[in-house]
């Protein structure tokens, strides 16, 4: 526009240039003409074409508006309605119109305050400008997250949504090591994703190595005592993100969103599959895939990522072609020292004739025979109960491994499962029931009126169950009646209703009158004897 000013102010200026730049802003001929004539009255004009001028009186949005809009999550019709009860209330002036706010709205706050005040933080940071971080070199930086795939998978019979843990390299885009767990991850399943992504011998190369950093998204599963020590072992820097951060570690996040589109949505038991009819529920004739051919579906498509997909920063090259061509060292680990660098760590045992006491249970091995009395080391893989991994604790030899002296067998686990299966539908139906309360429909403002009616003997017999629950009625009451008070005692209704008249209660006076009462149970004063009458006399 300043251009177009100058050629104006030399007499230069051609129609063909005015229409040209109303071909490039968007607008039509007669609005550049409009901009020109107003950048001559007003330089400021000309830094925002369009633009109406600020005057004293113009309406802009103040912190009252902010709250409202807010309050209505971007509603500008309601916050009108807002502000116009409170200027009748007399709480301040008497707003613009609709149209006018609408117009301060759109020029006071950006596209991410407008969102986020509709959307909350999530909208806002869809309006954000990122940086983009140098790519570096491979095994420079890894990223790694959890996903629950929107597909559902027969385990064992029940359909479950399974979980995938994977680490990825950020300068190369390849997918080092994937864990797939059908059920919520834990520190286990981050621990054989880092020895699938370490490891370089087949079938897990030729991606791999130790990294130089890893960053995770503050998860307990990456940040648990076991995974830190395997990262301090391997002496892998651990990058903890803020939470709610996922630009951060943006390499991850978009294999999370690329692997959807590109194999979840074309496989049965797809749970967001668009569904006929008006209840989009999931056919009932549909064949749901085994875990195993899930999980082998799924590390086929992480070969074909690595191998053959061209992920646009790589420009037109895969992941393989990459990491080949990156002619920086790769730090390798050995297998089995990888193997006891990822697992847990539980103590010094003494190796009996029983085998190593563990968590309450008995392990043997045939390498334990002859070695009983020594000192060793337990080391174990979360959540596997049925193996432990044992070390001289002197020495740090491998000794080998020890399993459950008295494992159950597949038929005893069976029938456990099922009758937890069965404990747990029964407590949900018994929950279930107890929360089915109905309630009458109000039509005016009242207390709320539980429904369901009784009639006078359902409510009998329902009371004459529940007496014998009571530890009132359980307390034979007929069988010690309490005492009365003394006369100038308040005694309440109820109680003087189980009391004997007859029989009162001395007023305790001091420790004579103590003692006799507690002597005599009955309430009466006890006859002295013939020496104590000739005291007395």
């Known amino acids: 526009m300043r251009r177009l000013l100058a050629l104006r102010r030399e007499g230069k200026l051609t129609t063909e240039q005015v229409r040209s730049a109303a071909g490039v802003l968007g607008v039509r001929e007669?609005?550049?003409?409009?901009?020109?004539?107003?950048?001559?009255?007003?330089?400021?004009?000309?830094?925002?074409?369009?633009?109406?001028t600020a005057y004293p009186g113009r309406f802009t949005v103040t912190d009252e508006v902010r709250a409202l809009l807010g309050l209505w999550k971007g509603n500008v019709a309601a916050v009108h309605r807002e502000l116009t009860a409170r200027a009748a209330r007399g709480e301040g002036g008497s707003p613009p119109s609709i149209p006018t706010l609408h117009r301060a709205i759109r020029r006071d706050l950006t596209p991410g305050e407008r969102a986020g005040l509709v959307g909350g933080e999530r909208a806002a940071r869809k309006h954000d400008v990122f940086l983009a971080r140098p790519r570096g070199w491979r095994n420079k930086v890894w990223e790694t997250d959890h996903m629950q795939v929107p597909v559902l998978v027969d385990v064992d019979g029940t359909a479950r949504r399974p979980w995938i843990t994977w680490f990825t390299d950020c300068a190369t885009h390849a997918i080092t090591g994937v864990a797939v767990t059908p059920v919520h991850p834990s520190r286990e399943s981050v621990l054989a994703?880092?020895?699938?992504?370490?490891?370089?011998?087949?079938?897990?190369g030729p991606f791999g190595g130790v990294p130089e950093k890893?960053?995770?998204?503050?998860?307990?599963?990456?940040?648990?005592?076991?995974?830190?020590?395997?990262?301090?072992?391997?002496?892998?820097?651990?990058?903890?993100?803020?939470?709610?951060?996922?630009?951060?570690?943006?390499?991850?996040?978009g294999l999370n969103r690329a692997v959807e589109p590109m194999?979840?949505?074309?496989?049965?038991?797809?749970?967001?599959q668009p569904r006929p009819g008006k209840r989009s529920s999931r056919p009932k004739d549909e064949v749901l895939l085994s875990f195993e051919d899930f999980t082998a579906r799924l590390l086929d498509w992480t070969r074909w990522w690595n191998t053959e997909h061209r992920p646009t920063p790589l420009r037109g090259r895969t992941p393989l072609e990459v990491w080949q061509d990156d002619p920086t060292p790769l730090r390798d680990v050995p297998a089995a020292d990888l193997w006891t660098f990822t697992l847990e760590d539980a103590g010094t045992r003494t190796l009996t004739t029983?085998?190593?006491?563990?968590?309450?249970?008995?392990?043997?091995?045939?390498?334990?025979?002859?070695?009983?009395?020594?000192?060793?080391?337990?080391?174990?893989?979360?959540?596997?109960?049925?193996r432990i991994e044992v070390y001289h604790a002197a020495t740090g030899r491998y000794l080998g491994p020890a399993g459950l002296a008295d494992q159950a067998t597949e038929e005893q686990v069976s029938a456990v499962r099922r009758a937890r299966a069965a404990r747990?539908?029964?407590?949900?139906?018994?929950?279930?029931?107890?929360?089915?309360?109905?309630?009458?429909?109000?039509?005016?403002?009242?207390?709320?009126?539980?429904?369901?009616?009784?009639?006078?003997?359902?409510?009998?017999?329902?009371?004459?169950?529940?007496?014998?629950?009571?530890?009132?009625?359980?307390?034979?009451?007929?069988?010690?009646?309490?005492?009365?008070?003394?006369?100038?005692?308040?005694t309440p209704a109820s109680?003087?209703?189980?009391?004997?008249?007859?029989?009162?209660?001395?007023?305790?006076?001091?420790?004579?009158?103590?003692?006799?009462a507690l002597d005599n149970p009955d309430g009466q004063a006890a006859r002295p004897t013939s020496e104590e009458d000739g005291d007395a006399s």
Request: hydrophobic share 40%.
């Open 354 to 386: 029983r085998g190593v006491r563990f968590r309450r249970r008995d392990y043997v091995g045939a390498w334990m025979t002859g070695q009983a009395g020594i000192r060793v080391r337990v080391r174990f893989m979360p959540h596997h109960d049925h």
């Open 424 to 490: 747990s539908r029964r407590l949900k139906k018994d929950l279930e029931a107890s929360q089915r309360e109905r309630y009458a429909a109000a039509t005016q403002a009242e207390p709320p009126r539980q429904l369901g009616a009784l009639t006078g003997a359902q409510a009998d017999a329902e009371l004459a169950q529940s007496a014998d629950a009571g530890l009132s009625q359980l307390a034979l009451p007929d069988v010690v009646p309490p005492a009365a008070p003394p006369a100038d005692w308040r």
């Open 214 to 253: 890893v960053r995770v998204d503050r998860g307990k599963d990456f940040l648990s005592r076991t995974v830190t020590a395997a990262f301090d072992l391997l002496d892998v820097t651990v990058e903890d993100l803020p939470a709610y951060t996922p630009h951060l570690k943006g390499t991850v996040e």
């Open 495 to 516: 109680l003087a209703a189980l009391i004997t008249p007859a029989r009162s209660a001395p007023r305790p006076s001091g420790r004579d009158s103590t003692a006799t």
């Open 193 to 204: 994703a880092l020895r699938s992504a370490v490891l370089r011998e087949d079938p897990y």
């Open 30 to 52: 007669r609005a550049v003409w409009r901009w020109l004539a107003a950048a001559e009255r007003d330089e400021a004009a000309a830094r925002a074409p369009g633009e109406r």
């Open 263 to 272: 194999l979840l949505a074309a496989l049965p038991g797809y749970a967001r």
